[in-house]
C-alpha cells in the first residue's frame, strides 16, 4: 500500500518570494507522482507528473517537483510566486503496476497563501 | 488535454430524498472511473473504483447500498446518494482515466447540501 506525507498544512509566502511544498511518500513497489492544484469550489487540475526518467519535471507555469528515490520524496516548488498561485495543492501517488485499475492516494494538502 | 464533465456543480436536496451526480468522459473513452469525497479544509478520500460494465469496488467504510455507482458506458458514470442526510453533505468529485493512461482527470466536482 501507498501513502503520502504532507506535512505542511498551510504555507504563507509573499509575491515574488521562493516556496517550496513538502511531499514525502511511502511504498514497497515503484510509484508515479503527482501534484495537482484545486481552487476553491473546483475539481483538480494536474501540475505536474513523474514517471519515469529524469528526476526533475516542470510544469508550465513555473513549478518544479524533483524525484528523490532515496529521501521518498517529491516537493514542489517555485522560485517566485504571484497572487494567483493562492490554492491547494495536493501530492499523490498511485503504484505503476497497474495502469487502468490502480488509485491515486492523496497527501491531506498544502493550502499556499501569497500575499502582496 | 482531456476533459471530464460533472453534473450539476451544486445541488440541495431534502432529507431523505436521493441525489444521482454524472460524471462524462467528453472526448476519451474512461474504462476507469473514481469517485472521490472531499471534507471542508480536507483531502480527497477515494470512494469507490468502478470499470465499465463491472460493479464498483468500494473501499473500506464506504456503504455500498447508500452510494450507489454506475458506469454503464464508457463515456459515463453515476453516483447516486440514497436517502440522503445532511451529514452526507460534502464535496463529491469524479475522475477518469482510459486504458493505459497514467493520468487520471477530474471533474470540477458537486457541491451536495442536505437541508
Known amino acids: 500500500a501507498q501513502s503520502v506525507t504532507q506535512l505542511d498544512s498551510q504555507v504563507p509566502v509573499f509575491e515574488e518570494a521562493p516556496v517550496e511544498l513538502r511531499c514525502n511518500y511511502s511504498?514497497?513497489?515503484?510509484?508515479?507522482l503527482f501534484w495537482y492544484v484545486q481552487y476553491p469550489n473546483q475539481g483538480l487540475q494536474l501540475l505536474l507528473k513523474?514517471?519515469?526518467?529524469?528526476?526533475l519535471v516542470e510544469s508550465i507555469n513555473g513549478f518544479e517537483a524533483e524525484f528523490n528515490k532515496s529521501q521518498t520524496s517529491f516537493h514542489l516548488r517555485k522560485p517566485s510566486v504571484h497572487i494567483s498561485d493562492t490554492a491547494e495543492y495536493f501530492c499523490a501517488v498511485s503504484a505503476s503496476l497497474s495502469y487502468n485499475t490502480d488509485k491515486l492516494i492523496f497527501g491531506t494538502g498544502t493550502r499556499l497563501q501569497v500575499f502582496p | 488535454g482531456a476533459v471530464v464533465s460533472q453534473h450539476p456543480s451544486r445541488v440541495i436536496c431534502k432529507s431523505g430524498t436521493s441525489v444521482k451526480i454524472e460524471c462524462r468522459s467528453l472526448?476519451?473513452?474512461?474504462?476507469?472511473m473514481f469517485w472521490y469525497r472531499q471534507f471542508p479544509k480536507q483531502s480527497l478520500m477515494l470512494m469507490a473504483t468502478s470499470n465499465e460494465g463491472s460493479k464498483a469496488t468500494y473501499e473500506q467504510g464506504v456503504e455500498k447500498d447508500k452510494f450507489l455507482i454506475n458506469h454503464a458506458s464508457l463515456t459515463l458514470s453515476t453516483l447516486t446518494v440514497t436517502s440522503a442526510h445532511p451529514e452526507d453533505s460534502s464535496f463529491y468529485i469524479c475522475?477518469?482515466?482510459?486504458?493505459?493512461?497514467?493520468?487520471?482527470?477530474f471533474g470540477q466536482g458537486t457541491r451536495l447540501t442536505v437541508v
Open positions: 513523474y514517471l519515469s526518467g529524469s528526476t
Open positions: 472526448d476519451f473513452q474512461a474504462t476507469t
Open positions: 511504498s514497497s513497489v515503484s510509484v508515479y
Open positions: 475522475s477518469a482515466r482510459d486504458f493505459g493512461n497514467t493520468e487520471a482527470f
